[in-house]
């Protein structure tokens, strides 16, 4: 069983940064795509950022030149580097995963990270 664990959200004025870890618990696997995702009070979940297993990476417009996904593949790592930071940011941050294992490819979620940011 594969388990994603977020880290480093918090409070955070307007203009700061902060740096999100999802790390993978478990053993005998592996990663393909990855993503941060985010869900703010009252509306749904959206896509912040992805990255291919190779380092590719695309974004949402809203957060584009102020945030930055990067993985470690030997760690199991993923990280959200996220600068510049706007109120309209507050949400609480999920790490996603596609996992490989020798027989299967499946999804997984993590618990998320709450993320405030005020003005």
């Known amino acids: 069983q594969v388990q994603l664990v977020e880290s480093g959200g918090g409070l955070v004025q307007a203009g700061g940064s902060l740096r999100l870890s999802c790390a993978a618990e478990?053993?005998?696997?592996?990663?393909?795509?990855m993503a941060w995702y985010r869900q703010a009070p009252g509306k749904q979940r959206e896509l912040v950022a992805m990255?291919?297993?190779?380092?590719?990476?695309n974004y949402a417009d809203s957060v584009k030149g102020r945030f930055t996904i990067s993985r470690d593949n030997a760690k199991n790592t993923m990280y959200l580097l996220m600068n510049s930071l706007k109120p309209e940011d507050t949400a609480v941050y999920y790490c996603?995963?596609?996992?490989?294992?020798?027989?299967?490819?499946?999804?997984?979620w993590g618990q998320g990270t709450q993320v405030t940011v005020s003005s």
């Open positions: 990255i291919t297993r190779s380092g590719g990476t």
């Open positions: 478990g053993s005998g696997f592996s990663f393909n795509n």
């Open positions: 996603n995963a596609d996992v490989l294992t020798i027989a299967t490819l499946r999804n997984y």
